[in-house]
């Protein structure tokens, strides 16, 4: 028979979670009051006169921005897969030479600071001719996912069944075919884990952005959401709208991808 779990834990859980989602809630409160409102005192807790000006202000200036951060973030998903899964193929199951080097190098680079990494950026990107474009945003922000997803790769592929890739080899398979028709459809988990994470760092990005593609035509949402900001006035309930709406597509993919990150993440840490 199960303990209960005590009354005051659950007390606890909920006072924590309300804190933790209250900025959550205040943005939203903030994206439905009136401008003439937001300068009450005290603040409102909830809004009286709810109104969706913000929210119109949102789909008639920041649609462009959010196809833009759209495209960003796919570009980075599918660049990042098709980069890291080889990579982690190798890596756990080819034997390659110098692999726990190359694995404690990629360890070394996420901690470089995204800050440096832009400014290294900039100055190549300058003679590339990459400044100010949709490609350049997407190449920046895969060094920040290509690393992460090497390492997952790895800790995942290394736990596969070798006795399954030794006998597709017996059979005829070459690597290639291995990796594509064995070792790939039993990663869904680590893949669905990388295109994630790597979305969501694409999707949320702002220093990439505001150092490699400031004076683009197409600008990402983290960007464009500046044009609500003037010398004289803020659209605040325009600024928290924006916020709402970028923050849609990211709460949809982890709710449902929630249990395949869950496996991705874990995968490769107990072995038999």
Same mark, same amino acid.
């Given at each position: 028979?199960?303990?209960?779990? #005590?009354?005051?834990?659950?007390?606890?859980?909920?006072?924590?979670?309300?804190? @933790?989602?209250?900025?959550?809630?205040?943005? !939203?409160?903030?994206?439905?009051?009136?401008?003439?409102?937001?300068?009450?005192?005290? &603040?409102?807790?909830? #809004?009286? =006169?709810?109104?969706? =000006?913000?929210?119109?202000?949102?789909?008639?200036?920041?649609?462009?921005?959010?196809?833009?951060?759209?495209?960003?973030?796919?570009?980075?998903?599918? %660049?990042?897969?098709?980069?890291?899964? &080889?990579?982690?193929?190798?890596?756990?199951?080819?034997?390659?030479?110098?692999?726990?080097?190359?694995?404690?190098?990629?360890?070394?680079?996420? $901690?470089?600071?995204?800050?440096? $990494?832009?400014?290294?950026?900039?100055? /190549?990107?300058? *003679?590339?001719?990459?400044?100010?474009? /949709?490609?350049?945003?997407?190449?920046?922000?895969?060094?920040?996912?290509?690393?992460?997803?090497?390492?997952?790769?790895?800790?995942? @592929?290394?736990?596969? &069944? *070798? =006795?399954?890739?030794?006998?597709?080899?017996?059979?005829?398979?070459?690597?290639?075919?291995?990796? /594509?028709?064995?070792? !790939?459809? $039993?990663?869904?988990?680590?893949?669905?884990?990388?295109? %994630?994470?790597?979305?969501?760092?694409?999707?949320?990005?702002?220093?990439?952005?505001?150092?490699?593609? *400031?004076?683009?035509?197409?600008? &990402?949402?983290? %960007?464009?959401?500046?044009?609500?900001?003037?010398?004289?006035?803020?659209?605040?309930?325009?600024? $928290?709208?924006?916020?709402?709406?970028?923050?849609?597509?990211?709460?949809?993919?982890?709710?449902?991808?929630?249990?395949?990150?869950?496996?991705?993440?874990?995968?490769?840490?107990?072995?038999?």
């Amino acid at each position: 028979m199960t303990a209960r779990r #005590p009354w005051w834990k659950t007390i606890l859980g909920l006072v924590l979670t309300a804190l @933790m989602l209250f900025p959550v809630y205040w943005m !939203l409160n903030v994206s439905l009051t009136r401008t003439g409102d937001l300068r009450s005192s005290p &603040p409102q807790l909830f #809004p009286t =006169e709810p109104t969706l =000006e913000g929210y119109a202000a949102v789909f008639d200036q920041q649609l462009p921005a959010l196809g833009t951060s759209l495209v960003i973030a796919l570009g980075c998903v599918l %660049l990042t897969v098709v980069i890291a899964a &080889p990579a982690g193929y190798a890596i756990a199951l080819l034997n390659l030479r110098g692999g726990r080097t190359l694995n404690f190098v990629l360890l070394v680079a996420q $901690m470089l600071p995204a800050v440096v $990494m832009a400014m290294g950026f900039y100055a /190549v990107y300058v *003679r590339l001719g990459l400044l100010n474009t /949709v490609w350049g945003l997407i190449l920046a922000d895969s060094t920040i996912a290509v690393p992460f997803a090497v390492l997952l790769f790895t800790a995942f @592929m290394s736990g596969l &069944p *070798r =006795e399954l890739l030794q006998a597709a080899a017996i059979d005829g398979a070459n690597v290639w075919r291995v990796f /594509v028709s064995i070792v !790939l459809p $039993m990663s869904r988990n680590s893949i669905l884990t990388v295109s %994630l994470f790597a979305f969501l760092w694409a999707w949320s990005d702002f220093i990439f952005a505001s150092t490699l593609s *400031r004076n683009a035509d197409f600008i &990402p949402i983290t %960007l464009s959401i500046y044009s609500f900001i003037g010398n004289n006035t803020t659209q605040w309930n325009a600024i $928290m709208a924006t916020a709402v709406v970028a923050s849609i597509p990211a709460a949809v993919l982890l709710v449902f991808a929630q249990r395949y990150v869950a496996a991705g993440v874990t995968a490769g840490a107990v072995k038999d």
